[in-house]
């Protein structure tokens, strides 16, 4: 009788055990599920490849603009790619190259090779601005365009003459259209300037003319204008300038879905 | 006979010295009448260099009081006979800036035109800067691109006959004017910075 009991007793905790590991397993194929799912989402929302090359202009001897009190254009665009850089690495998961990461120069055609050469799949050479008039301030995007005349048309188009490596940006330049507009949407809204603020404005730019993905030159304020040298200067308005172009570039994955 | 003799020598000096006065003659009229060469110039077979040497009518392009677009402003300078020198002086008046206080100039006064060179049977005219055009520039995207296109459209429009121009610096094809502008190769004007538009 006593067996019987204990036989019953020792089932009676085979059967306890056996649930708590049915109701264990049940409960982490829910979270591998549930991680999945999310995983899925987050890989629809920033879709592969998932590849930028950001490009601070200038560096070394070449200094860029030089504001009146002494900024320069190299240093300016070198914090903000690295703010940036780590933004979209952290939040979107993005893998980041920079042109360069230091003080020194490379040129234009240089800048460009280094992107083609990794497949990157967006192109963006951060500058800033500078103009004949002190009091011009605000943001500015700039994307290739070889055909900027409207004037009669040419027996031989311009871009006939380019060596074809160097026509690499043609195709892309509705994309690098399209992004240079969030770019500049994304800018306007984060500093509370007008919606049609600031210029979006084709051109043969020679960083971008090679190029075999969407490009586009972003001018971040203009070190011409001591209100605006002064801004640049602080790292929290670097830092508001690196979120808004992070969240245009997800706005632009998310669009090319 | 020594008479007939003597009297045939004396035909053939007289022909042989008319010969020799005809090719001086000519080579004196063709020397004063030859074009006149410019070291800096290549010109094609083209129409017709103008060799009118009253005043002249141009259009100059400056950056507008809000540096965002190109203006044109009126001079009259004076002819010039050929049309590399009527180029040449073009760009002396663009170098030495605007007379219009409400317009800013777009390159540096401490510019030097160092040559112009014309090759008109493609429509290209290629311009040689001193090196200040760049190392005194302001550098911006937007500025270089108003510097750029202030010298082509400012060609372009006041002769017909050139339809692309490629600047040069320092006798050199340079990859940009200050790291923006591509101009290894030739470019047509943008008429669209134009304020108000074509």
């Known amino acids: 009788m006593q067996s019987l009991e204990r036989k019953a007793q020792n089932h009676g905790n085979y059967s306890l055990a056996l649930h708590f590991a049915l109701y264990t397993f049940s409960l982490l194929l829910c979270f591998i599920a549930a991680f999945s799912a999310i995983s899925a989402v987050n890989a629809r929302d920033i879709p592969a490849p998932r590849k930028i090359f950001l490009d601070p202009g200038h560096g070394g001897k070449d200094l860029g603009v030089r504001g009146k009190g002494g900024l320069t254009e190299k240093v300016v665009t070198l914090e903000v790619a690295k703010y940036l850089r780590d933004i979209l690495q952290q939040r979107l998961g993005i893998e980041v190259f920079l042109t360069r990461s230091g003080d020194y120069s490379l040129s234009l055609t240089e800048r460009i090779a280094l992107a083609n050469n990794r497949k990157a799949d967006l192109f963006i050479s951060l500058h800033t601005g500078a103009a004949f008039n002190p009091r011009r301030q605000g943001f500015n995007m700039f994307y290739m365009n070889t055909a900027v005349a409207d004037s009669e048309p040419l027996e031989q188009p311009p871009t006939d003459s380019l060596p074809s490596w160097l026509r690499g940006q043609e195709e892309f330049i509705p994309a690098s259209q399209r992004l240079a507009q969030i770019l500049m949407e994304r800018l306007n809204k984060a500093f509370y300037l007008p919606t049609h603020a600031g210029r979006i404005l084709g051109g043969p730019w020679a960083v971008l003319i090679g190029a075999r993905m969407p490009s586009v030159l972003v001018e971040m304020g203009y070190l011409t204008n001591p209100i605006e040298e002064d801004k640049l200067r602080d790292k929290i308005y670097r830092q508001a300038i690196a979120e808004a172009l992070s969240n245009a570039i997800e706005e632009y994955y998310r669009d090319e879905l | ?198």
Not at chain 2, 26 to 54: H, V
Not at chain 2, 156 to 175: D, M, S, T, Y
Request: charged share 20%.
């Open chain 2, 1 to 198: 006979m020594g008479s007939r003799k003597h009297k045939k020598t004396n035909q053939r000096l007289l022909t042989l010295f008319l010969i020799i006065s005809i090719a001086i003659v000519s080579a004196i009229y063709f020397a004063l009448n030859r074009p006149k060469e410019k070291g800096d110039t290549l010109q094609g077979p083209y129409p017709p260099t103008p060799m009118e040497e009253k005043n002249q009518k141009i259009t100059l392009f400056f950056a507008d009081s809000n540096g965002r677009l190109l203006v044109g402003e009126e001079r009259e300078i004076e002819g010039h006979p050929s049309i590399a020198d009527q180029v040449k002086e073009c760009l002396h008046q663009l170098i030495q800036g605007t007379q219009d206080q409400d317009l800013s100039p777009v390159i540096s006064p401490r510019t030097q035109l160092q040559g112009v060179f014309l090759d008109l049977d493609n429509g290209i005219a290629y311009v040689d800067f001193s090196a200040e055009i760049s190392t005194d520039h302001p550098a911006g995207p937007e500025a270089e691109l108003l510097t750029t296109y202030a010298i082509i459209n400012t060609l372009c429009h006041n002769f017909p006959a050139i339809k692309r121009v490629q600047i040069l610096i320092a006798g050199r094809e340079e990859e940009s004017l200050a790291g923006h502008i591509f101009i290894q190769l030739p470019l047509m004007p943008a008429w669209d910075l134009r304020s108000g538009g074509r």
